[in-house]
């Protein structure tokens, strides 16, 4: 009997992870270097940040919500957490802080959200600005240094585990657990009810305002954590810090089939989606694209990406009306 | 006669005149003749741009590669016009890769089906790339004089910046279309039931793909106010005005699900945040708190009329209703 | 303040006796500047350390002088967010303004109403465009373009042993100042070291750019590592890019040298460590320090800003060259000798 | 099944109104386990509102329910799930997304632990298929199932619930003839597990080859309760409908003129295939069938929602382009949808801008809509249909359903068209405004306009339409003439059952 999780797994981000292996192949034949340790490391220590952020945003968007905060919230918390570090506060103090900021913004976009009913995409936005107003205002000129940041922090950024990079790994282990959460917990299960057949999820007596409220504290909290992350990867914070990520997030998760529409869609896909993305960047470099044409190849294939999980998603044939004779 | 109800149009006018009248207050330099001139100038682009965007969240769409756009249509205008064209004709072309933008925009939406946020977020990329590919790393400069001018001087003998002028233009078809002639009609039709509007006769796919054209094309007419402004025409252009576009549309009034909406709110709030933007520059307000208020205001626009609905539904909840 | 001002400018002076007040009362005149003048310092943007050094030097000159000083500009180094501010600075009739130019020509216009409103334009760190140089009175660069170019290249060299193949890791493809910069590294590199080559070819192929921010920076350099195994040197002449540079290369533990223009604060442990041997900088507090002195200068009629005239700024003399720009002379380079003191001051 | 046996629900004197509509008066429902039920009424009898008072849906204002000798705790859809009520609608609300296991068991996974155990949940839930002797595969998902497969998805998570009374809305509405042998199965097989079902359904003839008891409703009263063996057919419409059909129906004498629209084997791929049929000016064509026949989806076609496949449409002769509404609308076409709300106005807009949605160009000057004479256009048309409004800025949606759907008509007739059709037009509102409906489509048809009626209601067919056309499957079945049309034989052809 096939394992339900391989089914699952085949529906939607195999390919999205076949798409991967051609790219990764055909580069690594073009240009050898690619497929060394270095190419692996590469891939994977930069796509940390994004994975990570994407697992958090899956949780909104299968909901058929959106969080366009992350980008805002994980600088800040990067900030903060090398800032109270240089204060001389412990480590466990400083991701106490990053977690408390998650929570706070978390809490603000889920409650207008989920009890006010207003749309997410206005309220983030706003939020989006909010934070980062704060940000600014809190960091000024400053910009987190190596020697600021908790010897913790700074290690996972620069060494591996038999190769393979922490932070990738931290990524990884968070998108097991929430993969599993999401797999297995109830309450995680009623994401995808609510995300694909609102009305029928109210009918059948779920939580919805609760699970969202909750959706959107968790996407906060992880957000406000992954400031750790983003830290150990560049070791430097500055006021600029997280800029514009939460459209490469939103970006990764669509492409690894996470649909805007709701619903669908796992973090494991999410995060392929991440290192399918990261691996073209790469890849265009390692092919020899032009520089000034890369970001137009790389909204030529993100369109493509999104047109085909369209055709994807029609393909299920329409219910025939007229008997079986 | 239709009898007066007050909107969030209304609101947000009262919040202008407040913002020009306490600023007047607050601060000697702003309500003056140049700083109303500073004022326009600063926001025209997005103006124009809110005009399009409006109808466009307002038919339940949304366009978030505007910006690019808008820079797309500023690198065609350098780009032509530093090989060889006239500067005339580097405009038109300049509208049209604007309007071709638009284009695409509204056949993957309509056509090909894909949901908008998504789909422009993936032309966001692909124009802005079409900028570094058509320019480099080389921004074009020295226009013509004749030309440039426009950009930055006023209309002689008055106050109002050249580009007063597409603004005032722009904003009266569009204010009139939106609210007395059967496309606006049909905007708001489409916004508020899709699959109603369609079984009315009204051509839905037509009318989206014409609105995602519209919007192109007047992020190209932005486009050309924005390189006459700047005097220069650069790869890097506007970047992060889709953001200011949005929130200037909503702060207007019109819901992000759509089918509501006024133009008058969006010129209001267009107005509103520039005002509230020199006034607080003016008093030295740091650059971070500018933000901090874009995105308080932002919130108030769906806090305020939300809270609204809530009261009065609590003092109608006597009152069921039929399914 | 005081004592920390003392302590910095002790410290410069014992390095370069570039600016020698360190006794300078506040309120003080200064012969030749008019008193109580209003003053805008406007960076890129702000939140940005290293404009934050430069504004220190500028606070400085502007309390010698009796000035009444403002740091003020866009969270956003683009030019239509500097122009926002310009605008304010018009209408809250400034008397002068030092900016460092996010785009060479977007704000050219407003630059020239500010002008014709009466306010003194002088462009530091970043100049416009030279088509535009009438927009301002005159420009207070570190060092002329072809000098900064031509020494990261040296620098590079010495680090490589003048061999092997070189990339160079940018700020933003449209940042004025480097793309002079590279354009003036690209024919040195191949005529003063016949060993050593460009790894596309010429140099136009062989920059990445970093978009001064971080995230883009770390995977360009890794970019360029993955694209050209075999490249022996990086070139990064912004302080974004360098300290990326040098924070992936420790994490990478890559072979690849790496140097470039960046703050001593910030790049002190990787010099501390030998990530990095060299990098090179002006001294910001210093370029902000004198593009004060100049504006007020001009403000006060005591300096035209034409080619050949010069003006005195603590100490010294600077002389206008052709372009209407005034140089401040050779940049600094940091080493593991000198870091130490460096660090401290910006 | 035996009288005596202890009843497992009993609905006594229940009373809900709407606003204004009583929907629910006097209601009474006596469940007995091990029976299958059959709740019968026309439209707006107010069987819904009884089957969502079960279904915890809607609070009654008066009246009692006990349920297993307790009293049932009122308004909410998960304690009547946990109370032993499960629900089957019409529409079953399924989440396309999630797999088939997990749509049976949504909000109530089963666990293993504390966490979701897949495994069990795919048994059980093959289980419960095989039970229904139907072959689905838990594991897919549900998106692109057929209604009837939706239906026994439905049922698997009734039976999940230890469901003692399970609820049954219209399920074989849209059912192919074996698919509904299936359902019977399913539902025999539940009965003998002594479970109580309640079967609603329009199809007679399925009622007496299935149930044990009949409860009909009219006008939200109870009118009659027995075992089927004391019931017949005459008897049941007889308690349905009540009254003289006449009044309901003021047919008027039309003269029939030209040929106005001719559909030429019009067909869509899993829809429908080989329709023809033509309309004349004057004319009143019923179209009949059972709700998922195709009927909908062949005048959806004919207005140029749905692009056909194959065939053509013409319009005073001229042929129409496929899949265009508005160029049908231009050429003199109209189609009054089926559903109101979601295909037939704009529900947060005025009362003005729905009549004059159709109208924008007529009413315009140099482009601009003249407001003057959209309020006009509204007030004249609201005095025809004698609307009841406030004032023509009133959003639509503050209006009761029967003039709702007198906007609908208003702005449709507003276009004088050639050929008005109309889907269902007296879906769910009350008797009055019925008639009222009723005598406008005579009057229209007599000033020689050409309407296509569908409508599930066959007394309405029968006593409005000058000629009856049956559909079923997709296909067109039978075609009767006023004269000859007698509700037995149009629901044998409807049903396909006509030996019976």
Not at chain 1, 38 to 66: E, R
Not at chain 4, 33 to 57: D, M, Q, W, Y
């Amino acid at each position: 009997m096939k394992n339900l999780i391989q089914k699952t797994l085949k529906v939607r981000e195999i390919p999205v992870f076949l798409g991967l292996l051609i790219v990764v192949l055909i580069t690594g034949t073009a240009n050898p270097a690619f497929f060394t340790l270095s190419g692996f490391q590469d891939i994977t220590l930069g796509v940390a940040v994004v994975a990570t952020l994407a697992v958090a945003q899956t949780l909104v968007i299968v909901m058929k919500h959106i969080d366009l905060s992350v980008g805002s919230t994980i600088g800040f918390s990067a900030y903060l957490i090398g800032d109270a570090s240089s204060k001389g506060h412990g480590f466990w103090y400083c991701m106490a802080l990053a977690l408390g900021l998650g929570l706070v913004v978390g809490a603000v976009n889920g409650y207008l959200v989920a009890y006010l009913k207003l749309p997410s995409l206005v309220v983030t936005l706003a939020t989006l600005y909010i934070v980062r107003g704060l940000f600014n205002e809190i960091a000024g000129g400053n910009t987190i240094t190596e020697d600021m940041v908790p010897k913790a922090i700074n290690f996972m950024g620069l060494n591996t585990f038999f190769g393979i990079p922490y932070l990738f790994l931290v990524a990884v282990i968070l998108m097991l657990v929430v993969g599993f959460i999401m797999k297995r917990l109830r309450p995680a299960r009623d994401l995808y009810a609510i995300g694909s057949n609102l009305a029928a999820a109210e009918l059948v007596g779920i939580p919805v305002a609760r699970r969202v409220f909750l959706a959107f504290l968790a996407t906060g909290a992880v957000s406000g954590l992954a400031g750790a992350v983003l830290l150990a990867r560049f070791n430097t914070a500055a006021a600029n810090s997280g800029n514009g990520l939460e459209l490469s997030v939103v970006a990764a998760c669509v492409v690894g089939g996470v649909a805007i529409a709701g619903g669908i869609g796992t973090v494991y896909g999410a995060v392929i989606g991440a290192v399918l993305l990261q691996a073209i960047t790469m890849a265009l470099g390692a092919l020899g694209v032009p520089q000034f044409w890369q970001l137009t190849v790389n909204g030529i294939l993100l369109i493509a990406a999104i047109s085909l999980d369209r055709y994807l998603s029609t393909r299920v044939k329409p219910t025939s009306i007229m008997g079986t004779n | 006669m239709k009898k007066f109800t007050f909107g969030w149009d209304h609101g947000v006018t009262i919040f202008l005149v407040l913002t020009v009248v306490l600023g007047g207050f607050i601060s000697e330099y702003f309500a003056t003749i140049d700083n109303l001139s500073f004022v326009i100038q600063d926001i025209a682009e997005i103006a124009i741009i809110a005009l399009a965007m409006s109808y466009l969240i307002i038919a339940g769409e949304i366009d978030l590669s505007v910006a690019s756009i808008l820079s797309l249509s500023s690198a065609t205008i350098g780009f032509l016009f530093r090989n060889g064209t006239s500067f005339e004709m580097a405009i038109v072309g300049g509208l049209i890769v604007g309007l071709l933008c638009g284009l695409l925009n509204g056949y993957l939406v309509t056509v090909i089906g894909l949901p908008s946020l998504a789909v422009t977020i993936g032309t966001l990329a692909l124009f802005r790339g079409l900028c570094y590919a058509l320019l480099g790393n080389e921004p074009v400069n020295e226009l013509p004089e004749n030309w440039i001018v426009l950009g930055y001087e006023n209309i002689p003998g008055t106050f109002l910046p050249w580009s007063t002028i597409p603004l005032v233009i722009l904003a009266a078809i569009a204010w009139i279309v939106l609210h007395y002639t059967r496309i606006g009609r049909w905007t708001f039709a489409i916004g508020i039931n899709a699959e109603a509007a369609k079984f009315s006769g009204i051509p839905v796919a037509r009318m989206k793909l014409g609105l995602f054209a519209m919007t192109g094309l007047m992020s190209g007419v932005a486009g050309v106010v924005y390189t006459l402004r700047f005097a220069s025409a650069s790869p890097d252009g506007a970047v992060g005005y889709e953001l200011g576009v949005i929130a200037a549309v909503l702060f207007g009034g019109v819901s992000i699900a759509g089918g509501i909406g006024t133009l008058w709110g969006v010129l209001a709030a267009v107005f509103a945040l520039g005002a509230i933007r020199s006034v607080l520059q003016l008093i030295d307000f740091s650059a971070n708190a500018l933000l901090i208020v874009s995105g308080a205001l932002l919130l108030i626009s769906v806090v305020v009329p939300r809270a609204i609905e809530i009261a009065q539904s609590r003092r109608k909840s006597t009152f069921v209703t039929n399914k | 303040m005081q004592k920390k001002f003392a302590s910095v400018a002790a410290a410069v002076a014992i390095v370069g006796a570039l600016v020698a007040s360190s006794v300078a009362p506040a309120n003080a005149a200064v012969p030749g500047i008019k008193t109580g003048l209003k003053i805008a310092i406007m960076p890129k943007a702000v939140n940005i350390g290293y404009f934050t050094a430069w504004n220190k030097g500028a606070q400085t000159a502007c309390k010698e002088i009796g000035a009444k000083c403002t740091y003020v500009g866009p969270t956003e180094a683009t030019g239509p967010a500097q122009v926002q501010f310009i605008n304010k600075i018009i209408q809250q009739k400034y008397d002068v303004l030092v900016i460092s130019a996010a785009d060479q020509n977007a704000i050219v216009p407003s630059l020239r109403k500010a002008k014709a409103a009466g306010i003194t334009v002088v462009t530091s760190d970043a100049d416009v465009a030279a088509a535009s140089a009438s927009a301002r009175v005159v420009s207070v660069l570190p060092a002329a373009s072809a000098r900064i170019g031509t020494a990261e290249v040296d620098w590079i060299a010495e680090a490589v042993g003048k061999k092997g193949s070189i990339a160079v890791l940018s700020a933003a493809a449209t940042a004025a100042n480097q793309n002079a910069w590279i354009a003036a590294m690209g024919p040195y590199l191949t005529s003063k070291y016949p060993d050593m080559k460009w790894v596309g070819g010429t140099v136009d192929k062989s920059v990445f750019y970093g978009d001064d921010d971080a995230t883009k920076s770390t995977a360009q350099f890794a970019a360029i590592l993955s694209q050209y195994p075999d490249v022996a040197g990086i070139i990064s002449p912004t302080t974004v890019g360098v300290l990326a540079a040098a924070i992936e290369k420790k994490a990478k533990n890559a072979k690849v040298k790496v140097t470039g223009l960046g703050l001593p604060s910030q790049m002190a442990p990787y010099i501390e460590d030998g990530t990095v041997e060299k990098v090179g900088l002006w001294n910001p507090i210093d370029l902000g320090y004198v593009a004060v002195y100049a504006a007020a200068r001009a403000k006060s009629k005591s300096f035209t800003g034409k080619v050949g005239s010069s003006f005195k700024a603590g100490k010294k003399t600077y002389k206008v060259t052709a372009g209407g720009i005034a140089y401040l002379g050779d940049p600094f380079t940091f080493t593991k000798a000198n870091i130490a003191t460096f660090k401290k001051i910006y | 099944m035996a009288p005596n046996q202890k009843a497992v629900l009993e609905m006594r004197d229940a009373a809900k109104a709407f606003g204004g509509v009583q929907a629910l008066k006097g209601a009474e429902l006596t469940l007995y386990p091990g029976e299958i039920h059959a709740l019968l009424g026309e439209n707006g009898a107010g069987k819904s509102t009884l089957l969502k008072a079960l279904a915890g849906v809607h609070k009654i204002d008066s009246g009692s329910i006990t349920l297993n000798g307790k009293q049932f705790e009122q308004g909410s859809t998960r304690a009547a799930r946990d109370q032993g009520i499960a629900v089957i609608y019409q529409e079953p609300s399924l989440f396309p997304d999630l797999t088939l296991a997990e749509n049976v068991f949504v909000g109530r996974q089963l666990q293993k632990g504390k966490t979701v155990d897949w495994q069990g949940m795919e048994k059980e839930s093959r289980k419960l298929f095989e039970q229904l002797g139907v072959n689905l595969d838990p594991t897919i998902r549900a998106r692109g199932l057929s209604i009837a497969d939706q239906q026994i998805v439905e049922i698997a998570k009734a039976l999940s619930t230890q469901a003692t009374v399970i609820v049954m809305d219209e399920p074989t509405a849209a059912l192919s003839s074996k698919e509904v042998d299936r359902l019977f199965k399913v539902a025999r097989n539940l009965e003998a597990q002594n479970c109580a079902v309640v079967f609603v359904s329009h199809r007679l003839d399925e009622v007496f080859a299935l149930c044990s008891r009949i409860t009909v409703m009219r006008d939200g009263a109870t009118v009659g309760s027995a075992p089927t063996s004391e019931m017949n057919e005459a008897k049941v419409i007889k308690l349905m409908v009540g009254r003289e059909i006449s009044e309901l129906y003021p047919k008027l004498e039309a003269k029939l003129g030209e040929v106005v629209l001719k559909v030429e084997d019009l067909g869509l791929a899993g829809q429908f295939a080989n329709i023809n049929f033509e309309v004349r000016a004057g004319e009143i064509v019923g179209l009949a069938g059972l709700v998922g026949s195709g009927r909908s989806e062949v005048v959806r076609a004919i207005f140029g929602i749905d692009k056909y496949d194959k065939g053509s449409v013409w319009l005073n002769g001229k042929k129409l382009k496929p899949g265009n509404p508005s160029a049908h609308m231009v050429a003199g076409m109209a189609l009054v949808p089926e559903d109101r709300r979601q295909q037939g106005l704009f529900m947060s807009s005025s009362i003005n801008k729905n009549s004059a949605v159709t109208m924008l160009k007529r009413i315009s000057k140099l482009f601009i809509v003249r407001q003057k004479d959209e309020g006009k256009l509204a007030s004249d048309w609201g005095k025809i249909l004698q609307l009841k409004y406030a004032t023509g800025h009133d959003p639509v949606d503050r209006l009761s359903g029967g003039n709702q759907q007198k906007v609908v008509l208003a702005k449709w007739l507003a276009t004088e068209p050639k050929l008005l059709i109309v889907d269902e037009p007296t879906r769910g509102i009350d008797v009055g405004t019925k008639s009222e409906v009723h005598r406008l489509l005579s009057q229209k048809a007599q000033e020689g306009m050409a309407i296509v009626m569908v409508s599930s209601e066959l007394p309405e067919v029968m006593g409005m339409a000058d000629r009856i056309l049956v559909m079923r499957e997709g296909r067109m079945v039978g075609e009767f003439d006023r004269k000859q049309a007698t509700a037995e034989k149009i629901i044998a052809v409807a049903t396909g059952a006509s030996g019976k």
